[in-house]
């Protein structure tokens, strides 16, 4: 049985006292053991970091990109391998992990045009032989805490702008799924970068409460469910740190009438089901406007439904995998549970499905429902698991205050033919990432990802401007280069550039 360890600077550690299992989805039992390590274990990190930061700050970006592009080329000749693993022990199926993988490294693709991004800004005469710039500066150690359901895409999100814009950096993965960013950072440092720049702890509570204290640690991004993100924020910020700390979902799919309801079908079978539901960005609600539409989207799902296909991750045909382990099938299980008990109709039931020669994995079918409303617990709280619920609403302005009035705003997508309703939608949806007939509307690399209210504290997002701005400081100069004939009259009063 493996056993996942930390990947530090100084090299190995102590044997942990405590540690984790891995569960292996497909079948439920044991396949690895991770370490959890505590304070000690951060400060040996720290302290490496520390030591190398300066002269990765001070390396040209030039000469930090390349390490990025080594980085990219390394990604793509181990793609197969990297989604086998990250399948393995997360459940999705390979094709599902090779677009995990992808999306991180279109990250890491963004960082390959560093120079370009760190370039400050210059203002030549803002007075009489003043010149004012401004420049974009590390903050020093900065940290990342992921969660389990993509090991490879939020882990780069993180510490390919932290790393590009000189910082040193400290990812503290998931224990349910560790292998994958233990390989990132790998092969980063087969990449070229310096010993002590990327390293990584693993562990639970205790390593997250150590890294937010750690008076050394900058700023610290988080990827998790509200609670938790909503808690690093306030411990994080409290310490004096940058915190940036994205939380759960519940994102709502309006359909309009005019939508093309086949399209539509396809979308919401792959967006609510795929990846198990495991997603931050999945459509767990569909909101049908007006009850001929309801009546013909759900008439259209059943059969599209009952077709799916539940396989073993490396089941080529499979369209989705198990969940992360049995305590999470079980939760996924319960909320179904709740829904019927809460009185919304259950037209599929995914419960007990067992998939034969697996009948040990922690396989979920896929769940339908129909008639729910907003007071219901299942509609509130994110279930995270293949379940599709139907909210019907009357007419657009409901189907717009619906996402608008729930507690998460991460991402909501519309499906329409009429550009006006759209553009409304967008304009006026209170929620962070919005999709006109994109059902999984994760924006490019270059533009940035982030939720509202209780998907997303703090105010800056991942990648793109966003991400850079968030790891760097600026620092302003104003610079006076005087030819020697001022007389110094007015020293003494606060200068200005009249
Ligand atoms: P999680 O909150 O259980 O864990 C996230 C991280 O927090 C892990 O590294 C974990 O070790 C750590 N952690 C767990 N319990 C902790 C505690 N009590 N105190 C401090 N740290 C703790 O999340 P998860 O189950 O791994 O991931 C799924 C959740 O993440 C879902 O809610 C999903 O919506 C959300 N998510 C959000 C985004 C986004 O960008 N908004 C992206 C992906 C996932």
Not at 300 to 326: E, M, Q
Request: charge should be negative; include cysteine; proline fraction near 6%.
């Amino acid at each position: 049985m493996r056993t996942i360890t930390h990947v530090l600077a100084s090299g190995g550690t102590a044997e942990a006292a405590r540690q984790s299992e891995i569960f292996d989805p497909n079948n439920g039992g044991v396949q690895g053991k991770v370490d959890l390590g505590d304070a000690k274990v951060l400060e040996t990190a720290v302290q490496s970091a520390l030591a190398a930061q300066p002269e990765w700050a001070a390396t040209n970006p030039q000469r930090r990109a390349r390490v990025m592009f080594k980085f990219k080329e390394l990604l793509e000749a181990n793609m197969d391998e990297l989604a086998e693993l990250l399948s393995r022990e997360h459940g999705k199926v390979i094709a599902d992990s090779k677009g995990d993988i992808q999306r991180g490294l279109e990250v890491i693709e963004y960082c390959c045009g560093i120079p370009q991004a760190l370039k400050g800004e210059y203002t030549q005469g803002a007075g009489p032989g003043i010149d004012v710039y401004s420049m974009r500066q590390p903050l020093g150690i900065g940290a990342g805490i992921t969660p389990f359901n993509f090991p490879a895409m939020i882990p780069m999100w993180m510490f390919g702008p932290a790393i590009a814009t000189g910082n040193a950096f400290i990812l503290k993965p998931s224990e349910r799924d560790p292998s994958v960013p233990v390989r990132l950072v790998e092969l980063m440092l087969e990449a070229g970068l310096p010993e002590g720049i990327l390293q990584c702890v693993h562990g639970d509570k205790e390593m997250v409460d150590a890294i937010l204290d750690h008076p050394e640690i900058a700023a610290v991004s988080f990827v998790g469910s509200s609670d938790i993100a909503h808690y690093v924020y306030q411990r994080g910020v409290a310490a004096g740190k940058r915190v940036q700390a994205m939380g759960g979902a519940k994102n709502h799919g309006i359909v309009m009438p005019d939508a093309d309801l086949d399209q539509v079908v396809g979308d919401l079978c792959g967006a609510a089901f795929g990846s198990a539901g495991e997603r931050c960005m999945a459509l767990p609600v569909a909101v049908p406007v007006g009850e001929d539409t309801a009546n013909r989207l759900r008439e259209k799902l059943i059969p599209a439904i009952h077709a799916l296909k539940i396989g073993v991750s490396t089941d080529p045909d499979a369209h989705y995998g198990p969940v992360i382990n049995h305590a999470h099938k079980d939760r996924v299980e319960g909320w179904i549970q709740k829904g019927v008990d809460e009185g919304a109709e259950l037209v599929v039931d995914g419960r007990g499905f067992s998939l034969q020669g697996h009948e040990e994995g922690c396989f979920v079918g896929p769940s339908l429902f129909d008639h729910v409303t907003t007071d219901m617990e299942s509609y509130k709280e994110e279930i995270f698991g293949p379940v599709l619920q139907l909210v019907r609403a009357h007419d657009f302005e409901e189907a717009l205050r619906l996402p608008s009035a729930h507690q998460y705003g991460n991402g909501v997508a519309i499906f329409t033919r009429n550009g006006h309703a759209a553009r409304e939608f967008a304009n006026r949806v209170n929620v962070g990432m919005v999709g006109i007939n994109v059902p999984i509307p994760v924006p490019v690399s270059y533009h940035s990802f982030g939720g509202w209210k209780r998907s997303g504290f703090g105010d800056t997002d991942q990648y793109g401007q966003e991400g850079i701005r968030f790891w760097t400081k600026v620092k302003k100069v104003t610079a006076r280069w005087p030819d020697g004939g001022g007389d110094g009259s007015n020293a003494f009063v606060i200068p200005t550039m009249g």
